[in-house]
């Protein structure tokens, strides 16, 4: 069983910037793509980004291409989501989950097993 913790959200103004932080508080996050989702009141959880467990390749929503990069550290255990030229769109609670089937990376939330609790993300304009 794998429990994931993300921290890093806040309060910050149009086109700050923030990095997000996934870890594992138990279990471990090699050999696991990681994704990113966010969700506000009312609407279903949407994807954001992922990253593969090789960190050789990640996606993006379109929304965020050319704004937030995914990466993740040497030893595979911290999964960073930097985010730039933050919107008051982007206001939402961010999600990392782990998905365990070790192939491609997906967008699609039914594919991932592990959830953290989500941080709050708030951009004002």
């Known amino acids: 069983q794998v429990q994931l913790v993300e921290s890093g959200g806040g309060l910050v103004q149009a086109g700050d910037s923030l990095r997000l932080t996934c870890v594992a508080s138990?279990?471990?996050?090699?050999?696991?793509?990681i994704g990113w989702f966010r969700q506000t009141p009312g609407k279903e959880r949407e994807f954001v980004a992922a990253?593969?467990?090789?960190?050789?390749?990640?996606l993006f929503a379109d929304s965020v291409k050319g704004r937030f990069t995914i990466s993740r550290d040497n030893a595979k255990t911290t999964v960073y989501l930097q985010m730039n030229s933050l919107r008051p769109e982007d206001t939402a609670v961010y999600y990392c989950?782990?998905?365990?089937?070790?192939?491609?990376?997906?967008?699609?939330?039914?594919?991932?097993?592990?959830w953290g609790q989500g941080t709050q993300v708030t951009v004002s304009s």
């Open positions: 990253i593969h467990w090789s960190g050789g390749s990640t």
């Open positions: 138990r279990g471990t996050l090699r050999y696991r793509n």
């Open positions: 989950a782990a998905d365990l089937r070790m192939s491609g990376l997906t967008m699609a939330n039914s594919e991932y097993d592990y």
